[in-house]
């Protein structure tokens, strides 16, 4: 059975091919630059990319698997959370092909495509495990069973910002640029990450255990930036950038080797754009090593939106006998999962 999976819920218009858990071949095309100036995706300028690489994105992915259409037993499509009119260019692709092609059609949440996707590289998940997800648009916990059959549990997300989001947010105070987790990355390498005490939001014993919130953080960095600017001094660019760094990856791991022992858990995956952070994987690899949990991270190519994941989670649904999905199936831009 192959499966083709389609991902277009933010500005990444991805397309994969996935076997028996084997990746065949994905292909990929990001309208990021076209975002950069307005320092945030835009939605509409996000659809109108996916309208115009749906088509050869397609073909070069099938072309790097060496398939033709024909070959294709089952299409999967992101359905939900995203942006709508970028969630409809996908799902309204997927149809299509399912239709003409006579094959079943699998509606996919974004988040299980993010945390299925590690199957492809390190082979089948545990029966149970814990998910970090963490993007410019997500920051949850999961906790997963077997993917395809059980339902997964919403540990919890942020009430704000995402995590991503802080990074692209901070990056912009300090004129670093979009978007912001790489270069603030790279920047804090030089710089002192307990040089500023920024906050930890939600970690007392009182607050959602596994809540997290970032627009605090990101605020007090951009405050405490003010006051160095107003006082005249220099803004000591690599303190803050390894200080704030500091902050997010501490909360972060912090709270998913916390969702492990309560669980009772001993693998955690670490997936999303922000889990290309040296520091957040760093200190979760510290972290994972001094419980004796197995940290599980994809490449980072897989880490980020692309079609892949949502190929593996048809994969999933197909050898586990899941109903398929109507041709009626809507876009939901807040899918619950
Ligand atoms: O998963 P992704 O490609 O797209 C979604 O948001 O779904 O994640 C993109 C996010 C951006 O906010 C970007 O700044 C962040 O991941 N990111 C990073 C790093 N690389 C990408 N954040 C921190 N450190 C990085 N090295
Ligand atoms: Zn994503």
New binding site residues.
């Given amino acids: 059975m192959i499966v083709l999976g389609i991902e277009s819920?933010?500005?990444?218009t991805g397309v994969g091919l996935v076997s028996e858990g084997v990746l065949l071949g994905d292909a990929l095309a990001s309208s990021m630059d076209a975002h950069a100036r307005f320092g945030g995706v835009v939605p509409e300028v996000a659809a109108r990319a996916h309208l115009e690489s749906m088509l050869p994105v397609l073909h070069e992915a099938l072309g790097k698997a060496s398939l033709g259409l024909g070959d294709v037993d089952a299409v999967a499509v992101t359905a939900g959370p995203g942006l709508s009119t970028a969630v409809q260019v996908g799902l309204a692709s997927a149809k299509a092909l399912a239709f003409a092609l006579g094959k079943p059609l699998y509606g996919v949440h974004?988040l299980a495509g993010?945390a299925a996707v590690d199957v492809l590289e390190h082979g089948p998940l545990p029966s149970c495990c814990v998910a970090l997800v963490v993007?410019?648009?997500?920051t949850s916990l999961l906790l997963l069973g077997d993917l395809g059959k059980d339902p997964i549990v919403h540990l919890g997300d942020t009430v704000d910002d995402?995590?991503?989001?802080a990074?692209?947010k901070v990056?912009r105070v300090l004129g670093l640029g979009y978007?912001?987790?790489?270069v603030?990355?790279r920047v804090a390498r030089d710089g002192d990450p307990h040089a500023i005490a920024f906050p930890r939001a939600l970690s007392r014993p009182s607050d959602p255990a596994y809540g997290f919130s970032f627009s605090g953080v990101k605020t007090a960095v951009a405050r405490w930036v003010e006051a160095r600017v107003d006082a005249g001094g220099e803004v000591p660019v690599a303190d803050v950038a390894a200080s704030f760094?500091e902050a997010v990856a501490d909360v972060l791991t912090r709270k998913a080797l916390a969702a492990c022992r309560e669980h009772g858990v001993d693998t955690l995956l670490l997936v999303?754009?922000?889990a290309?952070?040296?520091r957040?994987r760093a200190l979760a690899e510290e972290r994972c090593a001094a419980a004796g949990i197995e940290l599980r991270v994809p490449p980072i190519r897989l880490?980020?939106?692309n079609g892949a994941m949502i190929a593996a989670v048809g994969d999933l649904l197909v050898r586990a006998g899941a109903p398929a999905s109507g041709l009626d199936l809507g876009a939901d831009p807040s899918a619950p999962l």
């Fill in positions: 819920s933010c500005d990444e974004h993010h993007s410019g648009g997500h995402a995590a991503g989001e990074f692209d990056a978007p912001g987790g790489p603030v990355d760094q999303g754009g922000v290309a952070n040296s957040v880490c980020t939106d």
